[in-house]
């Protein structure tokens, strides 16, 4: 059989594609390496409990914002979510001092003004950009623009007070933190659906990718996972089937590649079908940093649910802290929050950003065969973050009845991104036509999806997702169904 469309890979952008396309009546295959849809959003069970992998909360669900449209759009606003704290869905500790983000932009703006005051006006013009930026459409000139604007240097020349400068930093576990290159519209879009709106779910993410699986396999879309693709088959240009490590062929009219450009390129072996030079041009794209996840499975009754995030670091440098990476100098503590309304939390997450360096020596490696020195090198970077997380969660040591580990080289075995590197591709102001993807290829029936593209997070990848969609079916389905 020859397909309509052919997905590599089955992460959340590849998902998005597949529900688009199969509910337009296109013939979908998607294959997958591992045995569970999903990537960054699937889930797993330890211990009789299920952690995530890659979720942890939404922005922009409220209506009128749109991801509430295209959530709607999705079915996924059925699933059960839950709005955190409005006075403070984010809170940063700095030292002694804890700084609250605020839902609502003139609520944000204010709140942070109570501690800033000298900073009121500036930190209204910066919640204005954020709202400017949950609405712009992605193809626009102003996106174009703030995606050449240094993002650290806007704020040094917007924010009198340096400190103020390393708050607004503070959840930005959300995207890398690089004072040369970071863009400001990757990191005020990083933030800004956030303040319009934030939102978590009551019990797993896989809950979003069992909707859009069943919502796939009802269009008549066929998801195959165990099926790791080794090469794609080129004929005069143009690719005519996805070859697989079992030596299964599947041919199609199109192809969307959801994992890493590098990796998806690498996929194509014939001569001159992609240039030398294009090629050298992708390998030598930097990505972003790794994540440490420290998942702890907590007694029962111990801890009660909190609707919010922390942050908390032992610097005040917190951009220094991201470009180092190199040891755990701050982290998110995170919680699921119950799904059956109980007031304690069975488990928590802490999160650190780290560079995929520090794990080099095990880069060849494969899961359970990387030795006692990379088990010991785990748990003291465990140990450190809930040494961190105690500041704001006292006593969460004697809570703690396991605990699961997973590095850079996790996400690298079970995302197919180099390194495991947490949000893909680095995107770069000085370079942003190099850095800022677009889902279109040298080889005319070839498409991109996923992080590595103008966005990340979950918003980001949907909605370049329907981007990826509509150079198939048009921007005027785009347009009509979704009025984004």
């Known amino acids: 059989m020859k397909y309509d469309v052919v997905i590599i890979g089955s992460g959340w952008g590849g998902l998005v594609c597949a529900r688009e396309l199969s509910k337009e009546g296109r013939s979908v295959l998607v294959l997958e390496q591992h045995e569970q849809a999903g990537g960054c959003l699937q889930s797993y069970r330890r211990g009789g409990q299920t952690f995530d992998t890659g979720l942890h909360y939404v922005g922009g669900l409220a209506e009128g914002q749109r991801l509430h449209r295209v959530f709607s759009h999705l079915g996924l606003m059925t699933l059960p979510w839950q709005r955190l704290d409005d006075d403070g ?41 954020l709202q400017q930026v949950d609405q712009l459409p992605l193809g626009s000139p102003e996106v174009q623009r703030l995606g050449a604007v240094n993002a650290y240097d806007y704020l040094c ?23 040369e290159t970071l863009p400001l519209f990757t990191f005020a879009h990083a933030n800004s659906s956030y303040v319009g709106s934030s939102w978590r779910l009551r019990g797993c993410g896989s809950m979003m990718v069992r909707k859009l699986v069943a919502d796939i396999e009802a269009a008549g879309g066929r998801i195959m996972t165990g099926s790791e693709v080794v090469s794609l088959k080129a004929v005069d240009g143009r690719i005519v089937a996805a070859v697989c490590k079992n030596g299964e062929c599947y041919e199609g009219q199109h192809f969307i590649s959801d994992i890493h450009p590098t990796m998806t390129f690498a996929l194509v072996k014939e001569d001159g079908v992609l240039s030398r030079l294009f090629r050298r041009r992708i390998n030598a794209l930097e990505n972003t940093f790794g994540m440490l996840t420290v998942s702890l499975a907590l007694k029962p009754d111990t801890l009660p649910y909190f609707n919010h995030n922390k942050f908390v670091y032992d610097t005040a440098d917190v951009w220094a ?54 088990r010991r090198l785990k748990q003291q970077m465990a140990a450190r973050c809930v040494e961190l997380a105690v500041r704001v969660v006292p006593g969460l040591a004697g809570m703690v009845s396991h605990t699961y580990v997973s590095t850079p080289l996790s996400w690298r075995d079970y995302t197919l991104t180099p390194d495991g590197s947490a949000y893909g591709v680095r995107k770069d102001c000085r370079q942003p036509l190099l850095t800022m993807l677009s889902p279109r290829t040298p080889v005319s029936n070839l498409l ?11 918003e980001g990848v949907t909605m370049t997702a329907l981007m990826t969609c509509a150079e198939l079916l048009g921007t005027d389905y785009i347009q009509k169904n979704l009025e984004i």
Not at 113 to 123: D, G, I, T
Not at 165 to 173: I, Q, R, T
């Open 89 to 129: 869905f984010d809170r940063i500790t700095i030292g002694q001092e804890t700084y609250r983000f605020a839902q609502g932009y003139d609520r944000f703006a204010e709140t942070l003004a109570e501690q800033f005051p000298a900073c009121r006006q500036a930190l209204r013009e910066y919640a204005a950009l």
């Open 157 to 179: 020349e917007h924010f009198a007070d340096p400190l103020l400068v390393n708050v607004l930093a503070g959840s930005a576990m959300k995207t890398e933190l690089r004072r």
């Open 321 to 374: 802290l991201h470009e180092q990476a190199n040891g755990v100098g701050g982290v998110m503590v995170s919680c699921q929050a119950p799904a059956d309304g109980a007031a304690f939390v069975q488990q928590i997450d802490l999160l650190a950003p780290v560079r995929t360096d520090l794990f080099a020596q095990w880069k060849d490696t494969r899961v359970g065969h990387r030795g006692e020195e990379y």
């Open 448 to 458: 991109l999806t996923g992080q590595s593209l103008m966005l990340h997070g979950v």
